[in-house]
Structures are given as C-alpha cells and as structure tokens.
C-alpha cells in the first residue's frame, strides 16, 4: 500500500520520492518470485509422493520419512532467508503473521482435504435421556408380575380401583417409568422444586394415563377447590379424549374436571368454570383440559378465571403446540398468571440462592411435556424455560444397526465410543414393536383399485385410509363405495364435513358399524380407535412425522398391527429418503396377487366416470352457492318498503330453499339410523337363530 500514499504535507523531493518508489517496486517482485519458488517445490514434493505411494508398503512408509525430512530442510532454509531478509523485506513479515495467526490468504493453494464434520452437540439432559421400552407387550410372566397394578404400592387405592374398572391389568414400560419419578419429584420438602420432564415415546403407549394418574393422585387430598392442573391439546377431538380418561379417574374421588373447546357455547362453559357468591369467584374446577384457542378465550371473557394456584402445566402433543400456530397462548397465559417479576414460562434462569428458591417454588407449575415426535431442537424448547429438564425417551428397535451405519468412519475410536455413548440417535421417531410396516408398489392410473384388491384379498373389515388432502379423501371415498357397493361400508372423514358428523363417523367406526375411513391428516394425531386391523397412507405423507402419527392410529397399547403405504417407482427413493433421516428403513414389500385390473375394469372405469360428473356437479353447486350468497347479502341491505315484488319473493324463495336443504340433512341422518337399528336386528335375530339351533 505504500505505493498508494500521497506525501501532501511533507517536505520530500520529487526525486528521493521516485527512488523510494523503485525500491518497495523492487521488494515486490522479490517477494513474488519467492513465493513462485515456494509453489514449484511444493508441486514436486506432491508429484514425488504420489509416485512413492505406488510401491510397496515398506517403500511408502520410507518414502514418506523422507519427503518429511526434505520438507522440513526446506522450511527451515526458507525461515533462515526469511530471517535474514527481515529489514528488507517488511511484505514477507506481514505474510508470515498471517500464517501463524491462521487466516487464509487469498490467491495461495487452498487445503482440498475433506473438512471434519462437526458433530451436533446436545445439552446433558437430551444427550443422557432415561431410556423406555417400545415393546409394550410383557416378554415373560414375571414381568407382567412386576407392572401389575396389585402390586404397585406407590399408586393410591381409588387409583387401583378405578385402573381395574378400565380393565387395565397392568402398566405398560412409559407409565412404569414416569409415574413413580414425578410421585417422588413432588413428594421433596419445598426448596427443592421438581425437575420438568419431556416424555418422547411411540404412539399407543400410553402417555395419556402416564401424567393422568400421578395429576389426580397428587391433587385428590386439596382442601379448597381451585384450577391446578390444566391440559393443553392441538385438536379437540382429542381434547376430548383425555378429557373422558380424567373424568374416569376422578370418579372415586372430590375432583372435577371440565373440558374447554369449541364443540360447546362458550356461555355453558363459563357457567361450569367460575360461580360468583357474595361479590367474590369462586373456581368449580380443579383441572381443565382444552386447546390453545379456547383458552386464550376464556382468559380474555371469563372473570374470575383464574390459574394463579396452577400446580401442573401438561402439554400433549407439544412438537405441535410449540409450532409457530399455537405460539400465541403462551405469552397471553404469562401475562394472566404473572403475579412476581418473573413470569410463569418465560422466567429467567435457576436461581442459585436458597431465599430464591423457596420464594420461586410454588409461583411455576411443574411442565410436563408428551409426544411421540418430541423435538430434539432446544431452541424450540426455550420458548417453555424449562426448570432442569429431565427426558424420557424409548429407542429405536435397530439403533445398534442404525448406529455402526451412521458414525463417521473417519472418527478415531474413542471418538466413536463418545458419541454412542451420548445418544445422539437417541429419541428418535420410535414404532411400536408390535407395528409390521410395509410398502406397496403400484401405478397412478390404478392405484385406487389395487387398493380395493389388497383390502379384498386380506380380507380387512376395520381399516384407516390416510390421504394428503380433503378433496383426495372425498374422491376416494367416492370409488371405493362404487366398488365395495354393499360389502363394505366406507366413509369419509376429513376438514370438509361437520364436527357433528364427524363425531358421528368416529362412533360408528368404534363400534363396528363403519368398516373404512378414508381421511385426511387431521385424525392422524393421538385419537384413539381400538383393534384398527390396519393403517394404510394411500398418498406419500410430505413429512417423517406425518407418517409416524398415521401408523400410530394401528398396534396401540400392546395389540399388533399393519401399516402399509402405497407408492409409485418414482415415489420409493423419495420416501426411503424421508425414512433414512431417522434412521427406519422397510425392506417388505406386499403385492397384490390377482388380476383385479382385468376383473374388475369396467366397474372401475364406471366409477371413475361417475366421479368426474359428480366433480362437476359440485362446482356447480358452488358457483349457484356463492352467487346466492351475493344476491342475498344486497336484498339484506335493501329496506323492505323499497323493495320491489320480484325482489321480495326471490327473499322468500332463498329462505325457503334454505330450510329445505336443512330438512334433507336430517332426514339423511334419520334414514342412516334407521339403517343402522334395522342391521343391528338383522345380527340379533340370525345369533338368537343360532342359539336355538345350539339348545336343540
């Protein structure tokens, strides 16, 4: 840079400023034909090298003793002129530093080397987790012994009681390892404040009664009723769900439970919450199961509402509260429940001094976390402020396998040794052991229809069908029941019906009277429906968790099942893609043994025919729907006095046309029971038959 500089302000001549010039000009082109020097011998030391490393093994290590040797002789001589040269050369110092500070200098022979992987490092509580079992059924007769609910004395007798009245003969491994954890946790004297736990285990293990029993146990001796325990769940259909598990568990006991969600007037809900006597609130409720919207309404409208005495904070399915949607309710509960400086989920840290403490200890509920897809990110898991978390978490069935494949071959041994040992693959998405998976290869133009063969020759009377879409769910709904016409009975079960409806569906479905659900994702999260023969995602799911809640709807608590998805060629390395990031891989595959496609042709093609009018007719529907929508928002708007004859009976017809609508709905409910009560006699009149021809 010292050519650059322009000497304003200095006394110095033109012509010591031009020998000056000529000198650093000179130093420069030393420097350069240095370093020209530097990188011809560099090449040559490579090309000796690699040409030594042809030979023998003996010559090579020679070879290499050598070129070590040379290569030092070299640096030292080049350190020794670089010294020497030192009041002359300043560039050649200032390169030097950089090279010893490690920075690197652009224009020079960069390092092609392949670069270390950086290994993600997790906090000790995610990198050490407290192992489950996936196998839910017992391996022996001792250990069956072990969990049976006789024999577990830290569980209360009404407990035991209602357990039984369940018909549950035993706990299964998630509940025997988080229940006595949090009745101990809570059972130290009041400095010492319970860790918070995150419980990440398969679906259909369990997690419902794992934090439903130790939450009634520990609340059943409170003195004055108030809310201190609340229940946060995603969807309300499984709001509803835990809340029937509580409601059962509480029954032997003076707790109430009440359920917040939007399948009821929010008026009725306001009444069971809160009762206002002699000018103060009382609380009628001691846990209240909900969702994040529902709640944030009835911290904002119902007075008197109040979770200042909240105990536990329990967060089901919490990789997808904790998602961006439901982000919202966590800040409104903060700002209900900050009574201190510091608040209720976003507090700062552990406080180290015993005063604080003992002041902290009762302020924060113990959080308690559950999910079959618990994130392993913290940074998702900040947004709680988590008190020294504690994870239980089950293993995948090949993680030995899983791990030889995935720890890098070019660690040292002791390294590999450390990163098994801290379980990095760890909490993975875990199955069922119970679970077989399988996958099925098939072509578009057919697909519906291998379908309809895999279900007819294995013969399939209770199965769930998962698709990505509504609209996919009606469509298929639609083929399926042209093809099965009366053998099966097939439904639908997605966004586009009424909650009614769907509640109804659901029931149906339990009890046998629906043979097949054709749905989208939205019931793939926690619902839970016994003895599903089979699971089967008819369209590739976008994401690892999608899959892992739709095949968890099958092999629940103990019992075994199927899971099967249907794909394309171009589909198969996609979807192995999706599985190999956790880990799982499927080797069996499931093929339809008949010719179906010639079999049943024309009904097929009939179907689809069907179909593409049906398609047709809805938007049609829709059109005629949106444009009397519009015509009947303006003759709203008119005064009825202004309005002409023609105006008032197209009103009139609107209305009527209306009603008329409403009243095809209810008769199509009516027949549907009918139907039902008449299939019900059928089945008691051909046992009774039966039994009679026993007696005779």
């Known amino acids: 840079m010292e050519l650059f500089t322009i000497n304003r302000y200095t006394a110095v001549k033109p012509e010591e400023v031009g020998k000056n010039e000529e000198a650093i000009l000179q130093q420069i082109l030393l420097k350069v034909e240095k370093r020209k020097r530097k990188k011809s011998t560099v090449e040559l030391l490579g090309l000796e090298a690699t040409q030594e490393k042809k030979k023998t093994l003996v010559n090579d290590i020679i070879s290499k003793d050598e070129s070590k040797s040379q290569t030092k002789d070299i640096k030292t001589a080049e350190e020794s002129d670089a010294d020497n040269d030192k009041d002359i050369d300043p560039i050649a110092d200032e390169a030097r530093d950089f090279e010893a500070t490690h920075f690197q200098v652009l224009g020079e022979d960069v390092d092609k080397s392949k670069p270390k992987k950086v290994n993600m490092v997790l906090p000790s509580w995610l990198a050490y987790p407290t192992i489950i079992s996936t196998t839910i059924a017992p391996k022996s007769e001792t250990a069956s012994d072990e969990s049976a609910i006789n024999k577990l004395t830290y569980l209360a007798p009404h407990i035991r009681h209602s357990l039984k009245e369940m018909q549950f003969t035993r706990l299964f491994p998630v509940q025997t390892a988080v229940i006595p954890w949090l009745l101990e946790a809570q059972a130290k004297p009041p400095p010492f404040r319970p860790r918070d736990i995150?419980?990440?285990?398969?679906?259909?293990?369990?997690?419902?009664?794992?934090?439903?029993?130790?939450?009634?146990?520990?609340?059943?001796?409170?003195?004055?009723?108030?809310?201190?325990?609340?229940?946060?769940?995603?969807?309300?259909?499984?709001?509803?769900?835990?809340?029937?598990?509580?409601?059962?568990?509480?029954?032997?006991?003076?707790?109430?439970?009440?359920?917040?969600?939007?399948?009821?007037?929010?008026?009725?809900?306001?009444?069971?919450?809160?009762?206002?006597?002699?000018?103060?609130?009382?609380?009628?409720?001691?846990i209240v199961v909900t969702t994040p919207g529902r709640l944030v309404d009835h911290l904002h409208a119902t007075k008197g509402f109040c979770l200042k005495a909240l105990r536990f904070l329990v967060i089901d399915e919490a990789d997808r509260i904790m998602d961006a949607v439901f982000q919202n309710w966590l800040y409104h509960l903060d700002e209900h429940v900050r009574t201190t400086s510091d608040q209720l989920l976003s507090g700062r840290a552990a406080p180290l001094c015993i005063r604080e403490l003992e002041s902290s200890y009762a302020s924060q509920p113990h959080k308690l976390l559950f999910s079959a897809t618990l994130s392993q990110d913290p940074e998702k898991l900040q947004n709680l402020r988590l008190f020294q978390p504690k994870l239980f978490t089950s293993v995948l069935a090949n993680l030995s396998e899983m791990q030889e494949k995935f720890v890098d071959a070019t660690n040292s041994e002791e390294q590999k040794s450390e990163q098994l040992k801290r379980g990095e693959f760890i909490g993975k998405y875990t199955t069922p052991a119970e679970l077989s998976e399988c996958y099925c290869i098939t072509e578009n133009r057919i697909k519906p229809l291998s379908l309809f063969a895999l279900i007819n020759e294995n013969e399939w009377t209770k199965f769930l069908c998962f698709t990505n879409s509504a609209e996919s769910s009606s469509r298929l709904s639609f083929v399926l029941k042209s093809l099965?016409?009366?053998?099966?009975?097939?439904?639908?079960?997605?966004?586009?019906?009424?909650?009614?409806?769907?509640?109804?569906?659901?029931?149906?479905?339990?009890?046998?009277?629906?043979?097949?659900?054709?749905?989208?994702?939205?019931?793939?999260?926690?619902?839970?429906?016994?003895?599903?023969?089979?699971?089967?995602?008819?369209?590739?799911?976008?994401?690892?968790?999608?899959?892992?809640?739709?095949?968890?709807?099958?092999?629940?608590?103990?019992?075994?099942?199927?899971?099967?998805?249907?794909?394309?060629?171009?589909?198969?390395?996609?979807?192995?893609?999706?599985?190999?990031?956790?880990?799982?891989?499927?080797?069996?595959?499931?093929?339809?043994?008949?010719?179906?496609?010639?079999?049943?042709?024309?009904?097929?093609?009939?179907?689809?025919?069907?179909?593409?009018?049906?398609?047709?007719?809805?938007?049609?529907?829709?059109?005629?729907?949106?444009?009397?929508?519009?015509?009947?928002?303006?003759?709203?708007?008119?005064?009825?006095?202004?309005?002409?004859?023609?105006?008032?009976?197209?009103?009139?017809?609107?209305?009527?046309?209306?009603?008329?609508?409403?009243?095809?709905?209810?008769?199509?409910?009516?027949?549907?029971?009918?139907?039902?009560?008449?299939?019900?006699?059928?089945?008691?009149?051909?046992?009774?038959?039966?039994?009679?021809?026993?007696?005779?």
């Open 198 to 286: 995150c419980v990440s285990a398969p679906t259909g293990s369990g997690k419902t009664l794992a934090f439903a029993i130790p939450v009634v146990q520990l609340l059943a001796n409170r003195v004055e009723r108030k809310i201190r325990a609340l229940v946060v769940l995603p969807v309300a259909e499984l709001a509803l769900q835990v809340f029937k598990v509580f409601k059962k568990l509480c029954e032997k006991t003076d707790l109430t439970v009440c359920l917040l969600s939007k399948k009821f007037p929010f008026a009725q809900e306001q009444e069971k919450l809160v009762e206002f006597y002699k000018g103060h609130y009382y609380s009628k409720v001691d």
């Open 484 to 696: 099965f016409k009366e053998d099966l009975v097939i439904r639908e079960l997605s966004a586009s019906i009424t909650p009614k409806e769907r509640a109804n569906v659901l029931s149906q479905f339990a009890r046998g009277r629906v043979h097949g659900l054709v749905c989208s994702d939205a019931l793939a999260r926690g619902i839970d429906i016994p003895d599903v023969d089979v699971v089967i995602s008819y369209d590739l799911p976008r994401h690892v968790k999608t899959y892992i809640h739709r095949i968890g709807r099958t092999a629940r608590a103990g019992s075994p099942g199927t899971a099967i998805t249907m794909l394309t060629q171009k589909e198969l390395q996609q979807f192995n893609h999706i599985l190999g990031e956790v880990g799982k891989i499927l080797s069996k595959e499931i093929s339809v043994k008949t010719n179906y496609e010639a079999e049943y042709a024309k009904q097929y093609t009939l179907a689809l025919q069907d179909l593409r009018k049906k398609i047709e007719q809805d938007k049609r529907l829709q059109l005629m729907r949106k444009e009397r929508v519009k015509d009947n928002a303006k003759l709203a708007a008119k005064d009825p006095s202004k309005m002409s004859v023609m105006e008032k009976l197209q009103l009139q017809a609107s209305t009527q046309v209306g009603d008329m609508e409403q009243g095809r709905k209810e008769n199509q409910i009516q027949e549907n029971n009918v139907k039902n009560k008449l299939v019900k006699r059928k089945k008691f009149n051909a046992s009774a038959g039966k039994t009679k021809e026993i007696q005779k």
